[in-house]
């Protein structure tokens, strides 16, 4: 069971919108800052999005974060079939004091 | 550029103590915000984080995990070093580290290695 609650699968046709619900609360999403990351199959993970809506050096802007009280939602724009993979979430617990993570989307562009 | 590389055992005995290495280029675990994470992940699961340790020297581990865990560093070598004993089955899975950055409120991997992949098994 995961700190950060996230639906376990999204799917959308190529060129279409998605977003990518992530829930937590006042200790962790609610006064810390959240990051998003994209795994392809195979492959490790990669940061997509970090301090809620910050983009890496070669992230394309179709990728995007914001935040809201204890959730946070990262969208991605004009989706392509290389999109397909799993995104999770991750932020700092404060009353853990440990980085929590979410249990992760299937993303699939149908 | 920056580069992260796990090494470590294949394979290990239910019970036996498991040690990983992270070697890192490219950037200074001494520097200010500079950390290195460990990870993990199962077969077919999420990620796991498992611990942390910073360019001050400070570590934090899961919660979960906390007395099976050990993270020190070597900056003369930039080597990071996992140790989880009493190893089980449900421990297999494959192991990242990562680049982290972390100030108040802020933290994020932004460089992860490749992941090498520890079986528990007789």
């Known amino acids: 069971q995961s700190v950060l609650t996230q639906p376990p699968s999204v799917s959308a046709a190529p060129g279409q919108k998605v977003s990518i619900s992530c829930s937590g609360s006042?200790?962790?999403?609610?006064?810390?800052?959240v990051s998003w990351y994209q795994q392809l199959p195979g492959t490790a993970p990669k940061l997509l999005i970090y301090?809620?809506?910050e983009r890496p050096s070669g992230i394309p802007d179709r990728f995007s974060g914001s935040k809201s009280g204890t959730s946070a939602t990262l969208g991605i724009t004009g989706l392509q079939t290389g999109d397909e993979a799993d995104y999770y979430c991750?932020?700092?617990?404060?009353?853990?004091?440990?980085?929590?993570f979410g249990g992760g989307t299937k993303l699939t562009v149908l | 550029q920056v580069s992260l590389r796990e090494s470590g055992p294949a394979l290990v005995k239910p019970t036996q103590t498991l040690t990983l290495t992270c070697t890192f280029s490219?950037?200074?675990?001494?520097?200010?915000?500079?950390?290195v994470s460990w990870i993990r992940q199962p077969p077919g699961k999420a990620l796991e984080w498992l611990a942390r340790?910073?360019?001050?020297?400070?570590?934090y581990y899961s919660t979960s995990l906390r007395t099976r865990l050990s993270i020190s560093r070597d900056t003369s070598k930039n080597q990071v070093v996992l140790t989880m004993t009493n190893m089980d089955p449900v421990d297999t899975a494959t192991y990242y580290c990562?680049?982290?950055?972390?100030?108040?409120?802020?933290?994020?991997?932004?460089?992860w290695g490749q992941g090498t992949l520890v079986t528990v098994s007789s």
């Open positions: 990562a680049r982290t950055k972390f100030v108040s409120g802020s933290t994020y991997s932004d460089y």
């Open positions: 490219g950037f200074s675990l001494t520097t200010s915000r500079m950390c």
């Open positions: 340790i910073d360019w001050d020297g400070d570590t």
């Open positions: 006042s200790s962790n999403i609610g006064n810390s800052y």
């Open positions: 301090d809620n809506n």
């Open positions: 991750g932020t700092w617990d404060s009353s853990l004091s440990a980085v929590v």
